[in-house]
């Protein structure tokens, strides 16, 4: 009797799984650009992708987040970087706008390279350098853009890179494979008006080399602004090392973070910048310091916040392609990243020839990869349109310059192109405004 019981409910769950995977695919608009590329989580030569996208349809929606966020929470406090493998100084610092902001390049060990899990991530993301299929792929990207220069250098790149993987796979986890390859962000420090720093996606403070006594005598750390809700790995530490600063963060980076006990984190953050009203508090708080900021409503993936500094845009993963075609940064180009920017960021694998198809996909309601992240596109659509709005708000400011958590330090022009070109294509209009 109770294995009728059992075989009963299991068969009326799978019924009601497959039943709300159908009603839901039939009522999402899908989205209005054409991807040809999509993604594939193949299981013995079978997609299981749908089957996935089907059970996470159908879970109660806390219960989606909350299962997401616990998967992508950050597993330690500390996040080796440079000084702790090599003993070298990880910080590289330019000032922007003389006494005001500040530009810190950061460098720590790239744990993506040494993690099987992360590889097949990225090959599910559409990035694979070692099969036929993703190297002729890389290939035409290259003579698409750059003719037989392009190519030859792709060529290059595909073999370095095989080198490096090589090495890994000969030597594992050591200091002569870490060097092959570092982990590059830039994190913003701003002086506020009143004398009180604010930090925007902040990395690691080390006291050691002489970092934490720079920072300190610029002035107290008041403020630290997460600017992505997927950049949350150096947070850990940055809480230790300030625990009473104000944190401006999205909840569902602060929910991964809860997932840390030792952090011992309250139940909210001083503001959650997702939320209409307390951003509106946070900018009429800071309005005479010099700063304001811009959630940018729609970016399902990354719910980033866009924040003008003295006139210096910090921004978070919104910029991939420069107007010039260039990936974020030539300042830190290597193998990897050209071959990013071929696989991924250059026809025919990118709708637009500047994002990434991912980048696409989390925006379709219809994609199954866009139901396995922590906040969902709308089914009618109209997230789309939101973010092309949002951005918009963020273009009629002005700035001198910019800093991005990938690009690191650009002209403030650079970055108004850089976001026309990559997201013009939410509502086919420009994002820009017209001179007057």
Not at 36 to 57: D, H, Y
Not at 267 to 277: A, F, L, S
Request: aromatic share 8%.
């Amino acid at each position: 009797m109770l294995l009728k019981l059992l075989g009963g409910t299991a068969g009326g769950f799978a019924t009601y799984i497959i039943g709300n995977y159908i009603i839901e695919k039939s009522t999402c608009k899908p989205l209005h650009i054409e991807v040809t590329k999509q993604p594939s989580i193949p299981v013995f030569g079978v997609n299981i992708l749908p089957a996935i996208g089907a059970f996470f349809r159908a879970l109660p929606e806390s219960t989606r987040r909350k299962l997401i966020n616990t998967q992508n929470a950050p597993k330690s406090v500390n996040l080796e970087d440079w000084f702790d493998v090599f003993g070298k100084d990880p910080y590289a610092i330019e000032e922007i706008v003389p006494g005001k902001v500040w530009s810190v390049q950061f460098k720590f060990v790239n744990n993506s390279l040494f993690d099987p899990d992360a590889e097949k991530g990225m090959k599910i993301l559409g990035l694979d350098y070692s099969s036929e299929e993703g190297k002729n792929r890389i290939l035409e990207a290259a003579e698409l853009w750059r003719g037989q220069p392009g190519v030859e250098q792709a060529k290059k790149d595909i073999a370095e890179v095989s080198r490096i993987k090589a090495l890994i796979a000969e030597k594992g986890k050591c200091p002569e494979t870490i060097a092959e390859l570092p982990n590059i962000v830039y994190m913003a420090v701003v002086k506020l008006n009143n004398g009180d720093v604010l930090l925007y996606s902040p990395v690691k403070v080390r006291d050691e080399t002489g970092f934490s006594e720079w920072l300190k005598n610029i002035g107290q750390v008041k403020w630290v602004v997460v600017g992505s809700s997927s950049h949350t790995l150096q947070l850990p530490g940055v809480i230790t090392k300030f625990p009473d600063a104000n944190y401006v963060v999205p909840m569902n980076a602060w929910d991964k973070l809860k997932n840390l006990k030792e952090l011992n984190l309250k139940t909210y953050p001083e503001y959650d910048y997702t939320n209409p009203e307390e951003l509106a508090n946070l900018n009429t708080l800071l309005a005479n310091e010099g700063v304001s900021m811009h959630h940018v409503n729609g970016d399902t993936i990354t719910e980033t916040l866009v924040v003008n500094a003295h006139g210096t845009a910090l921004e978070c993963d919104l910029v991939y392609s420069r107007p010039n075609g260039i990936l974020m940064n030539e300042k830190d180009e290597n193998s990897f990243g050209r071959l990013f920017n071929l696989a991924l960021c250059k026809k025919p694998s990118s709708p637009n020839n500047a994002l990434p198809p991912y980048r696409f996909w989390f925006m379709d309601p219809t994609c199954d990869l866009s139901v396995m992240q922590s906040l969902r596109p709308k089914k009618d659509g109209s997230t789309c349109t939101d973010m092309a709005d949002s951005l918009r708000t963020v273009l009629k400011e002005d700035f001198d310059h910019a800093i991005g958590v990938h690009t690191g330090p650009i002209p403030g022009n650079d970055f108004k192109e850089s976001l026309n070109h990559n997201w013009s294509w939410l509502d086919g209009k420009s994002l820009l405004h017209p001179k007057n």
